[in-house]
């Protein structure tokens, strides 16, 4: 199962386009709320959460967690002990960790970005400790992808497709879309 957490204040794009691309995909994912079942995204719209993250912990059926970024929900999201328990369980297992726009700070401040290319919304560079930031607008990095924003939402879900399947499929789900011809 891939987690895809959501905390008060997240930045819908960045959560539900590549929410619909690995759903689309077929892939396992489930959208998970922090503290609450429906959560509030940053520009008003809520959304009902599968799981609240109390209702669920780390084990061996995570493949990878994604992390939306978006204000005040990037900070809700490193103040959760779930969010963090479910960050250091994949370090510890080479899992796949994704996080966009402000939230690969959150990874920064960890140090999990420590001798890592990594991008990020514009001005967060500085809290990417340790990181190479990188001339793109997603980045994968081994097990470790991010990107720069909301703007980039499609071409990071096509990233994670190709991270959790391949390459053959993410374009599939690019040509369904008509992102490619």
């Known amino acids: 199962m891939i987690y895809l957490f959501l905390a008060e204040g997240f930045e819908e794009t960045e959560a539900i386009a590549p929410l619909d691309i690995l759903r689309r995909a077929e892939l396992e994912i489930a959208t998970v709320g922090v503290g609450r079942k429906t959560v509030t995204g940053s520009h008003g719209i809520s959304v009902v959460a599968d799981v609240m993250d109390c209702e669920i912990a780390p084990d061996e059926s995570c493949e990878g967690?994604?992390?939306p970024g978006?204000?005040?929900?990037?900070?809700?999201?490193?103040?959760?002990?779930?969010?963090?328990?479910?960050?250091?369980?994949?370090?510890e297992n080479n899992l796949i960790i994704a996080a966009i726009c402000a939230a690969p700070s959150i990874l920064g401040h960890k140090g999990i970005l420590n001798g890592?290319?990594?991008v990020c919304y514009d001005g967060f560079e500085t809290q990417l400790f340790g990181a190479e930031i990188a001339d793109t607008r997603v980045c994968r990095d081994g097990n470790i992808i991010t990107a720069i924003g909301a703007g980039a939402a499609l071409e990071f879900g096509f990233k994670l497709t190709e991270a959790f399947l391949d390459a053959k499929q993410a374009n599939r789900i690019k040509e369904s879309m008509k992102c490619i011809q």
């Open 70 to 91: 978006g204000m005040p929900g990037t900070l809700n999201l490193e103040k959760s002990e779930n969010v963090q328990k479910f960050i250091d369980y994949a370090v």
């Open 65 to 67: 967690i994604i992390l």
């Open 116 to 118: 890592k290319q990594a």
